[in-house]
């Protein structure tokens, strides 16, 4: 046992069990250099206003960055008698200077303490983020265009559909993640607040700036109600949620890469850096990367809703219950940061099988639409080249061929509009081509594609 933190009101001894279960710091520490950061700022203003002397700030100052410095030299010890990283902080900061380190938390409330290092935490952790993501957005633009040519089949229900240049696909997740990227940037507005000030709940009778400490801490705006302040984890929630779809989106793109490196599929293969083998079988190379970041995606998406569920039923303003805000969302951030590097890697090292890519495209019905279209253009109503052309690949697929192989006189059995033409029509890389809408998959306007994308950067 050992004597509480709080003295006065406390005068039982506190049980190490229940010490233990409290405290925070065990997770709470990887916030030491924005809660002394604040810490300085605080100070900074609090001699600023007369309400501590110069010389005491001068000490505190000292002392605060000689704390970080033991820190980052592996030379700080924590207690859990001593809860969290702002009394742990503070008690070292009395250890060294003594009384003057008292001082430090004059007009201020560990309430709008930790909202302030969380608001400078998150907005650090958001920016290197949004970095992380431009980064694997720019592989995916070298990826496109290194094989802008290359045809592979595209899917809807997971069947073949029809052929698309591999560029146009890869550029899908370039736009999913450039919405991620957004909505990252967006939610900066919302963390880039200053609590710093509020107090515990309802300000404080000291002349205090807030607006100095906003400005030194470098947000860019200030909570006008205090009791908000200290409340609000709106901003967690939004960067969970962020996460969390960001997250899908690598998961998706985590279920193409190994949907194409199997043997059935072949499209692909990735470098062994981001593979693994199996213990039994020799044989075997697994995509585990990838199979980690789509099941690290539950995870993300389990933390946003606990964080949901944290909320939903508090009353205004602190609770205790507000302690769990920490763990989830310091674990979504490094899940993110973590999948963004690796899918970045994976992408950067892929090989791209163009001979089997082009087997495929050559050897499916996916140039169906196109004879149909084809059809169309003739003067066929829709609806009656899509059953003829339906009729051809029952045959085709009845005589084990394909489109293409069908002859001249088979073709005008089925309709007599059909030209020799059709040869030339049928070849995936004019089916490819003859896509000219924008946002289409022909090469020129993927090409288009790329340069919109290169301003977005």
């Not at 700022?41 to 600023?48: N, T």
């Not at 694997?136 to 633009?141: A, G, N």
Request: charged fraction near 25%; glycine fraction near 6%.
């Amino acid at each position: 046992m050992s004597k509480k933190a709080w003295g006065g009101r406390f005068q039982e001894e506190s049980i190490s069990w229940v010490e233990e279960f409290n405290a925070s710091i065990h997770f709470d520490k990887v916030l030491i250099e924005e809660d002394i950061n604040g810490s300085l700022a605080h100070a900074g203003m609090l001699a600023a206003q007369n309400i501590i002397s110069e010389y005491e700030y001068s000490q505190i100052k000292a002392g605060l960055l000689s704390i970080l410095e033991d820190y980052n030299k592996g030379q700080l010890t924590f207690s859990v008698s001593r809860e969290d990283i702002h009394m742990n902080v503070e008690a070292a900061l009395i250890e060294k200077i003594g009384s003057a380190g008292g001082k430090l938390h004059t007009a201020r409330s560990r309430n709008d303490q930790v909202a302030t290092d969380m608001h400078l935490f998150v907005k650090k952790e958001v920016n290197a983020v949004i970095q992380a993501t431009e980064m694997l957005q720019q592989t995916i633009i070298d990826l496109a265009e290194a094989h802008i040519d290359v045809i592979m089949p595209g899917y809807t229900h997971l069947q073949r559909a029809q052929p698309i240049l591999f560029s146009h696909h890869i550029m899908t997740y370039f736009w999913m993640l450039e919405r991620d990227k957004s909505r990252f940037n967006d939610s900066l507005k919302r963390i880039d607040l200053s609590p710093l000030g509020a107090g515990a709940i309802s300000g404080t009778t000291f002349n205090i700036d807030r607006f100095q400490t906003k400005d030194d801490l470098g947000f860019e705006g200030i909570y006008h109600n205090s009791m908000d302040a200290v409340s609000d984890r709106d901003y967690i929630v939004e960067t969970l949620s962020n996460i969390s779809l960001s997250m899908v989106h690598l998961s998706r793109l985590s279920e193409e890469l190994i949907f194409w490196t199997t043997d059935e599929a072949n499209f692909v293969t990735l470098s062994d850096a981001f593979t693994t083998g199996s213990s039994m079988m020799p044989q075997k190379k697994n995509p585990d990367m990838a199979e980690l970041i789509r099941g690290k995606t539950g995870r993300t998406s389990g933390h946003l809703m606990a964080m949901l569920m944290l909320l939903k039923g508090l009353p205004l303003t602190y609770n205790k219950d507000m302690q769990e805000d920490k763990e989830g969302l310091f674990d979504s951030l490094t899940t993110i940061k973590g999948s963004l590097k690796i899918m970045n890697g994976m992408l950067e090292t892929l090989t791209i099988n163009e001979a089997v890519l082009e087997a495929a495209v050559n050897e499916d019905f996916s140039n169906a639409t196109e004879l149909a279209d084809y059809l169309v253009a003739k003067g066929i109503p829709f609806r009656d080249s899509h059953e003829i052309v339906g009729k051809l690949v029952l045959t085709c697929i009845n005589q084990g061929i394909y489109l293409k192989d069908l002859t001249l006189e088979a073709f005008k059995d089925a309709s007599e509009v059909i030209e020799d033409d059709i040869y030339n029509i049928l070849s995936p890389k004019v089916v490819v081509n003859r896509r000219v809408s924008y946002g289409s998959t022909g090469t020129e306007s993927v090409k288009q594609q790329i340069e919109v994308a290169k301003n977005h950067m």
